[in-house]
């Protein structure tokens, strides 16, 4: 018995021993971690940046913050919330600053604004920086005076309210102005696009207008077969002795075009009071002889008037050694030049007319995409006061003078016409072949196309041309004789239309053309003889 109860208490005694030594070891360790927590806290409380805070604006790194807000709230609860306000103002600063930068970018008109904000930004430096506050708050190391900080939030807090209306303010204006340099953006770019499809308008209006439409086409050659058919019906004629009747009412029309022709003399004649007193001169080129011959042989012109048809051949005077524009014409400068000799030889032919018709005293000279709505014989009385030409005058203001077709650097140009002189229209012209005859005006019109053989007086063309031949022997006739621009102005009133003695259709929309202005269309096609089998053969006015 006394052996086993030793026994147990030798047991007991070293159990009882383990489990102090194992409570000790704990309290060890607890111990140590507390010393080292105690050091690394008496170590970072004795340590004290020296930054100062009377900087200009708060430190923004992460470290420097954290740092602040630790000592602050081992320090001074107080420190924390001037941390707050201090951080609160510096993004405001910032917030103005980068406003300004982007009004400033943006290159806008507010430069109150402007000033507003640097006001606002510099306010918020001075505020830092008063006395009051940098003593009470920024370089005291003791407890901070609640009172100057409530003050001084106060103040930063009417500050960043007065930024924020301003921010608010400018964010709307600044997203209107980036809204309406986006539509001016967008206008450019339309009218870049505008400008390039005008560009390609006007050349396809160019083709349209220089190309033969398939409805001439096809009646030129339906005239010509009939004539290859029936050779026997369009046999030459005799010259009627009306033609060289100085007495009758005498037209000048030059044109490849057996339509436009055929509208031109029909409107003459359905308005003429005596319309048996007419004598219509037409001549075209050698292509399109027999298929105007053949037309007015098929249709005759009613009313008594007589029509003359011809070619440019048949008036042989007009060769090289005789017309500038001919003169070699088989070198590879004037072929590039005039690709289609006798198709501008057609529209020179007005400088002609007095060697054309020798025994004519008068003519009047129509284009072939002109229609005459009135009796025209009144032209015939219009004295002339010895000019050479009667035209209606077509400037404005300053355009449509002779500044405009003229190259007044050239010193022969300068000495010789006057830039503000105006220029008149061709298209309906009445000319006295007798004055034009003792002037000389076929002989200066030679003289100036040798002048300008270079085209450094002038640009190629009858209208330059005739400015400076019929220079000061032009007599203006009244605007409601001839009235132009059917064929490009679509704002020409009905009124000044329907008072008009001609209509000219000068332009590239000509009214037999798909690209013919349709409110005006009708003036034309009213003359043309729908009657006539090619015609409705070759869809003409569908």
């Known amino acids: 018995m006394a052996v086993a109860v030793r026994g147990s208490r ?83 600063v910032t917030l103005v600053n980068a406003y300004a930068a982007y009004a400033r970018k943006l290159k806008l008109e507010i430069s109150r604004q402007m000033r507003m904000f640097d006001d606002l930004a510099s306010n918020f430096s001075e505020l830092q920086a008063k006395p009051s506050y940098r003593t009470s708050l920024f370089e005291s190391d003791g407890p901070l005076d609640e009172d100057v900080l409530r003050q001084f939030e106060k103040e930063v807090k009417d500050k960043v309210k007065t930024a924020r209306l301003m921010i608010t303010e400018s964010k709307e204006n600044y997203d209107n102005q980036l809204k309406i340099q986006k ?37 030129a050659m339906r005239l010509v077969e009939e004539r290859i058919s029936h050779p026997e019906n369009y046999k030459e004629e005799e010259s009627s002795p009306e033609f060289e009747d100085p007495t009758l009412y005498h037209y000048a029309i030059f044109s490849d075009n057996v339509i436009a022709v055929s509208v031109v003399i029909r409107s003459v004649v359905s308005n003429a009071i005596e319309p ?73 032919l007005r400088f002609y007319m007095p060697e054309m018709y020798p025994k004519l005293n008068k003519i009047l000279f129509l284009d072939d995409d002109v229609v005459v709505q009135k009796d025209l014989t009144g032209l015939w009385n219009i004295d002339l006061d010895g000019k050479v030409n009667g035209a209606v005058e077509t400037c404005f203001g300053s355009f449509r003078r002779y500044a405009q077709y003229l190259n007044f650097s050239h010193p022969l140009i300068r000495e010789r016409f006057n830039p503000r002189s105006c220029a008149w229209a061709y298209g309906m012209n009445i000319f006295d072949l007798d004055t034009w005859r003792q002037e000389g005006c076929t002989e ?37 004789w001839h009235v132009l621009g059917l064929g490009y102005n679509p704002s020409i009133s009905m009124d000044e239309i329907n008072k008009a003695a001609v209509i000219h259709y000068n332009g590239h929309m000509k009214p037999w053309l798909d690209i013919a202005m349709n409110q005006y269309k009708n003036l034309w096609t009213k003359y043309m003889d729908n009657g006539m089998e090619f015609v409705q053969m070759c869809n003409f006015g569908l």
């Not at 070619?311 to 590039?336: C, H, R, W």
């Not at 200066?444 to 190629?460: C, I, P």
Request: proline share 4%; charged share 20%; with cysteine.
């Open 276 to 348: 048996w007193k007419h004598v219509f001169h037409v001549v075209t080129d050698r292509m399109n002889l027999a298929p105007m011959k053949v037309w007015f042989k098929m249709r005759p012109v009613e009313r008594g008037a007589y029509v003359e048809v011809k070619a440019i051949e048949d008036f042989t005077f007009l060769n090289s050694s005789y017309v500038p524009s001919l003169q070699g014409l088989g070198t590879m400068e004037t072929s590039k030049r005039n690709r289609n000799p006798y198709s501008s030889l057609l529209h020179e």
């Open 444 to 480: 200066q019109y030679h003289s100036w196309q040798n002048l300008n053989e270079n085209q450094t007086l002038y640009k190629s063309g009858t209208s330059a041309a005739g400015l400076i031949t019929f220079y000061s022997k032009t007599k203006s006739l009244d605007k409601s």
């Open 10 to 92: 030798a047991g007991s005694g070293f159990g009882g021993f383990s489990l102090r030594s194992f409570f000790s070891y704990r309290i060890f360790v607890s111990a140590m971690f507390s010393l080292l927590f105690i050091a690394t806290l008496s170590v970072l409380l004795t340590t004290n940046p020296s930054t100062p805070h009377h900087d200009s604006a708060l430190p923004t790194t992460g470290n420097a913050y954290m740092r602040r807000s630790f000592l602050a709230l081992n320090s001074d609860p107080l420190k924390t919330r001037l941390d707050l306000i201090y951080k609160q103002a510096n993004d405001h």
């Open 183 to 219: 539509l001016k953006d967008t206008i450019f770019a339309v009218n870049e696009l505008l400008i390039k499809a005008k560009k390609n308008g006007a050349f396809a209006s160019t083709i349209a207008a220089r190309s033969i439409p398939k409805s001439l086409h096809c009646l």
